[in-house]
Structures are given as structure tokens and as C-alpha cells.
């Protein structure tokens, strides 16, 4: 399962995530709190395992500029969290996590050019505002997806149970958060959680 802690801005961040069992580590290249630049994420990333993913946030970017910012960071998959289109998908060089707020739009970028994954958020992404999933008809969620929004150490058991099936991984950043900064104590917990140690 993809385990991917989010909006990584320390080296000391990116260590823990590593030692927890993360699978995918976020850098946030939008306009955020948390954004970083190309420089300080190949600085905290040196000497990675190869098997960790590095993954890029975009929002509504032109497609040069991400794949500049791409290649520059290190990165190994792009994260799309605008209104980008399947044309737009189709520019980017990299494999891409296409982030939507409504599993209906899924359909809306099956695409025989591009393997794309989803990523299932709430409206306001990184706020750490949990989204209905209550509402959600399990019974028509045909493609797997990455889960996120408001994912925490209080909820992540039940989302795990109630999207048994469903998920190929969670996406976790204010949750793993102590006033606004990452807790490491928060990643190992949240971490061991999802891969089902005791904690």
C-alpha cells in the first residue's frame, strides 16, 4: 500500500517518513505554507532509497514548468491538484496523481495514453478538513484510489476498514502536524498505523 506523508520541508522529516515505512514522500511546489523549491528538495532527499517515491504538488502550473521543476527536484511523480485536463496529463513527463474532490470525475480522465492514479481529497486540500466519505456509495467506486483529506492518528483505523477494498494507498500532511509543523512522533505512529504495527 502507498503511504505517502505530505509537505515535507526538513531533512529530519523526510528521515522519519523514511525509517516509519513511508512509501511516498510530498513536496508541495504551489502556493502553500508549505512549499518548497527544487533546491531544498534535492538537499533533504540526498542519498534516498531508490524505491521512494518523490512526488511533486502542482496546482494549475504550465506543463513546462512542471516538467523543468520536475527533472531540476529529482522527482518521480507529479501531483495534480487544479482543474488540469487530460491534455494537459498528457504533457507532463512523469507518471501523475491526479488529486479530485468527487469520485464521479474519475471517468473523467480514463485515458489509454497515461496511466494516471487518483487521489480522493477534500475541498480545501492540506486543511485538514475530513470530506464526507459517509456519502460516498462504496458500491460504485470502481477504481481504486489513494485516499486523503483529514487523515489523522484518531481516524485513519476507520478509514482504513471503511475503504477496505478500495484504496491503493493514504495521503496524510496537517494530520501528522504539531502547530503547523511536522511531528516526527506523529509520522512514526501514523505510519505504523496503516502498515498494522501495535502502536
Not at 33 to 60: A, C, H, N, S, W
Not at 140 to 152: R, S
Request: aromatic residues 8%; hydrophobic residues 35%.
Amino acid at each position: 500500500m502507498i503511504i505517502k506523508i505530505c509537505g515535507l520541508q526538513r531533512k529530519e522529516e523526510v528521515k522519519q517518513a523514511v525509517q516509519s515505512g513511508a512509501s511516498h514522500l510530498g513536496f508541495v511546489f504551489s502556493r502553500s505554507k508549505r512549499k518548497v523549491d527544487y533546491k531544498k528538495v534535492r538537499e533533504i532527499t540526498q542519498g534516498l532509497p531508490q524505491e521512494i517515491k518523490k512526488v511533486g504538488i502542482f496546482v494549475d502550473e504550465d506543463y513546462k514548468l512542471v516538467n523543468e521543476l520536475s527533472n531540476l527536484a529529482g522527482l518521480d511523480v507529479v501531483q495534480l491538484h487544479g482543474q488540469e485536463d487530460l491534455s494537459y496529463i498528457d504533457k507532463i513527463e512523469l507518471p501523475v496523481i491526479k488529486a479530485l474532490d468527487d469520485y464521479q470525475k474519475f471517468k473523467d480522465y480514463q485515458s489509454d495514453r497515461k496511466e494516471i492514479i487518483f487521489l480522493l481529497d477534500g475541498k480545501k486540500p492540506g486543511s485538514g478538513q475530513r470530506f464526507d466519505w459517509e456519502n460516498l456509495p462504496l458500491e460504485q467506486l470502481g477504481e481504486k484510489f489513494i485516499l486523503a483529506g483529514g487523515l489523522n492518528l484518531e481516524n485513519i483505523d476507520q478509514a482504513l476498514e471503511y475503504f477496505s477494498g478500495h484504496l491503493l494507498g493514504v495521503d496524510v500532511s496537517s494530520g501528522v502536524e504539531s502547530n503547523g509543523q511536522k511531528d516526527l512522533q506523529k509520522i512514526d505512529l501514523f505510519t505504523r498505523k496503516v502498515i498494522g504495527e501495535k502502536v
